[in-house]
Structures are given as C-alpha cells and as structure tokens.
C-alpha cells in the first residue's frame, strides 16, 4: 500500500523510505514551539539535562500568548523564567507583549513553518500548521524539552481518516461550520491519534484562513494532526510570508484509510455547538432561544483579518444588545493593525464592542472576559468544556465570527440573515 501524505512527511524527516500506520520512528524537528504556560515547565525538564545547549537557536518559538499582558504575579514570572532562558540561548524567535500574537496565528504569519516541515508544540492546538501542508501536533512540555535539546522527537505514525470536500460553501459558511460539522458527525473521539486529511475539490472554495480554523479543531475530534493538500492559495500564502524552501508532499492514489466521508459543502447551514463538548452540535435552524450574556471574537482558531472583517460586516450600522459583553481579539499585532487600517475597529467600538489586545485570555478562561455562575457565551475559540471560560455554572456555545456578531446584537444565537443578511 501506498503512504499519506502525512506518513510521507514523516518518512522523510526519519530518513526512511516508507513507513506504516503504528509504527515507532524518530524524526527530526523543524520547529519547536512553546507559550508562556507550557515553556517554563519545558525549560525545567531540559535543566535536568546533561545537554546545556539548544540544538538551534533559529528552530525554537517562545511566544507568551496565554496571559500577555501578565495578568498577575504567577503569570509574569512564568513569562520572566521563558524571557530569561531565550536571552540565554539567543532564541531568535522570542515574542512577548506588544509583539507577541496567538502563537497558532503567529508562526504562520511569520513565516516560521511551511509545507513539508514537522513541527511540534507544547500545546494542543499546535495542530493548525497541516493548513499549510505541514506536519504539525501538539506535544506534552517533557517531549518539547527534548525537542529543544536535540532536535528530533518520537512518534507513532498515524493512520488516517480522509473527508473528501466537495462544493462550494454558501454565504455564510465557514471553514469553522464545516469541522463543527464535521466534529459533530465522528465526535470527539472520531479521528483519536489519526490523521485528519481533507481533500476535494470543495477545498478550492476555501480561504487559507478557513483552512487554519479547520486544520486547528482536528485535536477536537481526537485527531493527531489536521492537514490539507498545498495548492495555489497555500503557495501564495507562504511566498507571501516565508522565504524558506518548501517541500509538496501528496498521498499515494493507493494509501490506505481507515474510513473516508464525502461532504458537500453546498449543503451545509452555520453551525452552533452546545455545552459541554464541540461534537454537541446544531444547525443555526436548530438552535432555539437560547439568550447570552457575552460574545467572544477571536482565538488561534477565528482571530484572523477574514474573521475580523466578517465581524464587522456583521455589525456594522448596528449595536449590540443591551446586557450583552462583546469582546473581539485579533490574533496578532499585523491584524490588528489592519483592522484599524480597514476601518474595522472603528465599527466594532461603534456597535459597542471591547477590543482587547492578542491574547489567549478569554479562551481558556485566564483574563479578559471571565464568566460568572450561570451566565452563557457564544465564542469562535475552539472547546467549550465544563468552565472552559470560568465558572463550572457557566456555558460556552461555539460559532461562526458571523455568527457570534449576529448573536451579540440581537441578545440570542442567531445567524446573520435574522438581521437581513
């Protein structure tokens, strides 16, 4: 049998010329990444170390993207112990406030991974980079310690679940509709430790941006990597912002699967998931009356300038309800800053919108939008387990940039055509 496209990136940084699903290799690192929460505990692990040195300088990514700015003591010296090892190992790639963005959004926009590379990170949704043609999963803080001290990691290739894309999304459906879906369909378990490889000529109707939002929630279903065939708008992207050769890996006509779904995206309507798990998940149809209390816009999976601008689409001319808190995020400082070029933050703070610099924050429930007992949110970040966003009482529903701004001026979920959209 043939490989993925996954096991072929593999094979090649183990230097073989095949590998299987199952089997246990050693393969060099592109890229390792840490943040601000996961870093510190790495940095402790590579002390007790006989190696002193990174195995290079230029391979490792600190970003302090969790609680940036500090949002108390604990936080500013998990952030002081990562500024101090990058100084001491000359880490090329440091950022912290006032450069630092949502690292899943960062590295790409930086040009730090391109097709072909396997990167590892110590953290879950690390997984985003398969947008890109890459080999990309998140790591525990021990196997990033290793990653900085000799370059190389451990893995068990994956076997691997083809969803094949067909069709042309309608107006307002997004790369986040369709893995919603698509999580809602397998589970949350679905895909657990196998490849999640989307292929199709639906892909073509899809931004690299709704390629990011899909290839970072494959850890919701379980999935040890998310990834995507490199086409022209992939090529684009990285010619745009790396200068760094990349390699096209494409799966054998004869690789094997475990299972494989046809999707068509035409037929498919905006997508909510309920409390307490991503696959709990509705059609926008389906919803009901369910009222909010706050709107949350951004994150490493809808933090970028298309979802900023689809937001504003949104809410522009328009205010959002009374006794509802809306809190937009853009996931680095370049889309922030072009969101004020575009005019885009003008129409935020005019609906009645707070903007907060990049920041994981609300996200996991760290600051910048803590929820209280009872009180409900519809938010684009990506799990909306039990106190996700705060209190264990509290409930976070999953959306759509369109539908969270639909949401946060009408006071209930709903899609943008309640508004005439």
Sequence with gaps: MGMTMTQKILAKHAGLDKVEAGQLIMAKLDLVLGNDVTAPVAIGEMKKMNKKDVFDKDKIALVMDHFTPCKDIKSAQLSKCAREFAHEHHITHFYETGEVGIEHALLPEKGLVVAGDVVIGADSHTCTYGALGAFSTGVGSTDMAAGMATGEAWFKVPSAIKFNLTGKPAKWVSGKDIILYIIGLIGVDGALYRSMEFVGDGIAHLSMDDRFAMANMAIEAG????IFPVDEK????MKEHSNREFEVFEADADAEYDEEYTIDLSKLRPIVSFPHLPENTKTIDEVGDVKI??????????GRIEDMRIAAKVLEGRHVAPGVRTIIFPATQAV??????????????KAGAA????????CLGGHMGILAEGERAIATTNRNFVGRMGHPDSEVYLASPAVAAASAVTGKISGPEELGL
């Design 223 to 226: 999935g040890k990597n998310g």
């Design 234 to 237: 992939t090529i684009e992207y």
């Design 293 to 302: 209390d706050q709107v949350v816009i951004g994150s490493c999976t809808n």
């Design 336 to 349: 922030y800053l072009q969101a004020i070029e575009e005019g885009l933050m003008a129409t935020f703070i």
């Design 355 to 362: 903007v907060s610099t990049p920041t994981c924050g609300p």
